[in-house]
C-alpha cells in the first residue's frame, strides 16, 4: 500500500552543492512528474515522464535534471543548488497522461522539503 | 495561457460552518477539473473531479460543479469538521488522448482552518 515514496524527506545543502531527488512509484503507472511548491504559488511543474524512456519539460526546469531509471523510478537531480531551489518537491504518477476518465489522476507522494543555504 | 484563479486564504471557520471556496478558470477547449487537498505534512490527495460541463464531483461531503458558462468550480460542503483543516487546490487538465500533449495546472491553493 506505499503508493509514491519520494526520499529523503528532508535535505539541507550549501549553494553549490548537487543532490539527487528519489521517487519511486508502485501502482504501474505509466506516467510520472515532479512537482515545486512554493509559498502563495502552488504546484509548478518541472518535468514529466509521459511514458518510460521519455521526459519533457515543465514549467519551471531550469537548474535541474530528471531520469526515468524504468518504470517505477523518476529521479531529479539539482547539479548545482542555489537558494532559490529551497522549496518542497513534490513527486507524483498516473496511469497515463492526458485522456479521459480517471487515467490522468495524478497520485503525489509525501514531499521532500530542501533548503539551500 | 490556461490558468486556475482560486479564492486567496486563509480561511478560518467554525465547526459546522458552511464552506465555499471560489474557483475559476481560463483555458482553451474542454478541461477536466479538480480539487486536491493538502493535509499537514502530506502528500496532494485527488478529492473529487468532474470532466465535463455540469457534471458534479462530490466526495466525503465536499462538492463542486462544473459551470462551463461562468467558467468555474467551485468546492462547498455544508458542515465543516475540526478534521476538514488543510489547504485545498483547484486544478485543470486536458484531455488530448495521452501522450505529451498533457498539463496539470494548479491554482496556488487556500488554506482553511476549522475551529472547535
Known amino acids: 500500500n506505499a503508493g509514491v515514496t519520494q526520499t529523503p524527506k528532508f535535505q539541507v545543502l550549501k549553494t553549490g552543492q548537487s543532490m539527487t531527488l528519489q521517487c519511486a512509484q508502485d501502482?504501474?503507472?505509466?506516467?510520472m512528474y515532479w512537482y515545486r511548491q512554493d509559498p502563495g504559488m502552488g504546484l509548478r511543474l518541472i518535468y514529466y515522464s509521459a511514458s518510460e524512456g521519455t521526459t519533457d519539460k515543465g514549467e519551471v526546469p531550469n537548474g535541474y535534471n530528471v531520469s526515468r531509471l524504468n518504470k517505477r523510478e523518476f529521479s531529479l537531480r539539482l547539479e548545482s543548488a542555489a537558494p532559490s531551489q529551497t522549496s518542497v518537491y513534490f513527486c507524483a504518477s498516473s496511469v497515463q497522461a492526458g485522456g479521459p476518465g480517471a487515467k490522468n489522476i495524478q497520485y503525489f507522494g509525501a514531499g521532500t522539503r530542501l533548503s539551500v543555504l | 495561457g490556461d490558468s486556475v484563479t482560486q479564492m486567496e486564504g486563509p480561511v478560518t471557520l467554525s465547526e459546522e460552518a458552511f464552506l465555499t471556496i471560489n474557483c475559476t478558470y481560463t483555458?482553451?477547449?474542454?478541461?477536466?477539473l479538480f480539487w486536491y487537498v493538502q493535509y499537514p505534512g502530506e502528500g496532494l490527495q485527488l478529492l473529487l473531479k468532474a470532466t465535463k460541463a455540469d457534471d458534479k464531483g462530490s466526495n466525503k461531503g465536499f462538492e463542486a460543479t462544473y459551470r462551463k458558462e461562468t467558467t468555474s468550480f467551485h468546492l462547498e460542503k455544508g458542515s465543516v469538521q475540526v478534521s476538514d483543516s488543510a489547504v485545498y487546490f483547484c486544478a485543470l487538465s486536458y484531455s488530448l488522448g495521452g501522450g505529451s500533449n498533457y498539463k496539470l495546472t494548479f491554482g496556488k491553493g487556500t488554506l482553511l482552518t476549522v475551529n472547535p
Open positions: 483555458a482553451t477547449g474542454y478541461p477536466s
Open positions: 501502482m504501474n503507472h505509466n506516467s
